[in-house]
């Protein structure tokens, strides 16, 4: 399993942070208005918040993993509810390759692949450096072209 760019622990423990901040201040402005604890209660949510956050974010990256094989690609993910994916190349529709703000200033970029089926069905692999993002676009591209059945073969 190819593992995702260190880089994206960044990105993960930012939006985790993040999370952890506004929810703490939420908890500080509710305690203050109608149950006046202390005003510590806001920091140590935050601290308490923080710390699951950068657990979550190690081991999210550590399970996290990706592999091109012959006729599909296969993701490995999950912290509390472990998924592995199997996404045959004859199910592929298009790939594309995004750099959101927040990635682009981290250096990093994700590939979708986007599938035949449901609704939502796709799957994302984050975490990818803009050169190999590109090139596993193109590679997911490639084998799924070769996938396909051919218009003459299905005529015959």
């Known amino acids: 399993m190819e593992r995702l760019d260190p880089r994206v622990r960044i ?9 952890a901040l506004v929810v703490a201040v939420a908890v500080g402005i509710a305690d203050r208005r109608w149950f006046e604890i202390g005003v510590w209660v806001g920091p140590v949510v935050f601290v308490v918040l ?11 990256y550590r399970v996290w993993g990706f592999d091109i094989e012959a006729d599909a690609v296969t993701l490995e993910r ?4 472990r998924v592995n ?13 995004q750099r959101g703000p927040i990635e682009r200033l ?12 449901s609704r939502g069905a796709d799957v994302t692999i984050p975490g990818l450096r803009p050169e190999r ?4 676009q ?3 591209r490639r084998l799924a072209t070769e996938s396909e059945p051919g218009e003459l073969e299905d005529a015959v």
Do not use: C, K, M, N
């Not at 950068?54 to 999210?60: D, N, S």
């Not at 994916?85 to 390759?97: A, I, T």
């Not at 981290?106 to 089926?117: D, E, I, R």
């Not at 993002?133 to 596993?136: L, P, V, Y």
């Open 50 to 60: 923080a710390l699951i956050g950068v657990g979550y974010t190690l081991q999210r």
């Open 78 to 81: 999950g912290v509390v509810t």
């Open 85 to 97: 994916s199997v996404v045959p190349f004859v199910r592929v529709q298009h790939v594309d390759s």
């Open 138 to 140: 193109a590679e997911l």
């Open 106 to 117: 981290a250096g990093l970029s994700s590939v979708v692949v986007y599938t035949a089926g």
């Open 11 to 19: 990105v993960w423990l930012g939006g985790s942070l993040l999370t």
């Open 133 to 136: 993002a590109e090139t596993i």
